[in-house]
């Protein structure tokens, strides 16, 4: 499986996107915390997805000091996002910004993108610190840098009964690839496959079968 992280960027793809976009307007999210912000990509992304859907929330945005300053500085829509209390940034280094947090915060989240370079250590402890502040009905969406998060998530997964959907794919005959994972609280019963499929036309696609021959291990 090495050969899938030779393709990854930080920023989501494409095809990651759109994925995401779906878990985001299923979650119907009040309140949104993304780990990870780099150049805000996602961030603007997510922003205006649900702008487009009607969707209040409480967004709030972790990362180094100099990558926020930086953006708000730089980035035009970032800053407007700031300005008008559609983003709220908290500085400094994972994970303890995140536990300071969440120690002052008594409310659950809807929606939870892990997307900060770190290693199985850090994105453990991420998803250890941030399991029960997420609804029942809300996920927890990760993104790899690195082949070995991966393992990290599979692993927390298993050790807390998390419904556990893993999306990092990639085949020889179709363009589509996906390095991410999303969790949720075991409440949560639904068919995710027949879900993306009718929403997606993922039928349509190359290599449609080989991604329902796996997903379909994991019902």
């Not at 709030?60 to 730089?74: S, T």
């Not at 393992?151 to 999306?167: D, G, Q, R, S």
């Not at 929403?199 to 796996?214: A, D, Q, S, T, V």
């Amino acid at each position: 499986m090495k050969y899938i992280y030779k393709k990854i960027k930080y920023s989501l793809n494409v095809y990651e996107k759109s994925l995401l976009s779906h878990f985001l307007i299923l979650s119907n999210p009040k309140r949104i915390i993304e780990l990870g912000i780099d150049k805000g990509s996602t961030t603007k992304y997510i922003q205006k997805t649900l702008l487009e859907n009607g969707i209040d929330i409480k967004y709030y945005g972790f990362d180094y000091d100099h990558v926020i300053n930086d953006l708000i500085n730089n980035d035009r829509t970032i800053k407007e996002l700031v300005e008008k209390n559609k983003l709220q940034f908290i500085k400094g280094s994972l994970p303890s910004t995140l536990e300071i947090f969440l120690d002052e915060d008594d409310e659950c989240f809807d929606f939870i993108l892990i997307d900060a370079t770190g290693d199985y250590q850090n994105v453990y402890g991420e998803l250890s610190l941030l399991w029960p502040k997420l609804s029942d009905t809300g996920f927890i969406m990760c993104h790899f840098h690195r082949e070995r998060l991966q393992y990290a998530v599979n692993y927390f997964a298993k050790k807390n009964n998390a419904n556990y959907i893993p999306l990092y794919r990639e085949y020889n005959d179709s363009k589509i690839y996906s390095t991410l994972a999303v969790l949720s609280k075991p409440t949560i019963k639904f068919n995710t496959f027949n879900w993306m499929k009718y929403h997606y036309n993922l039928n349509k696609f190359p290599g449609y079968y080989r991604i329902k021959k796996i997903i379909g291990y994991f019902r």
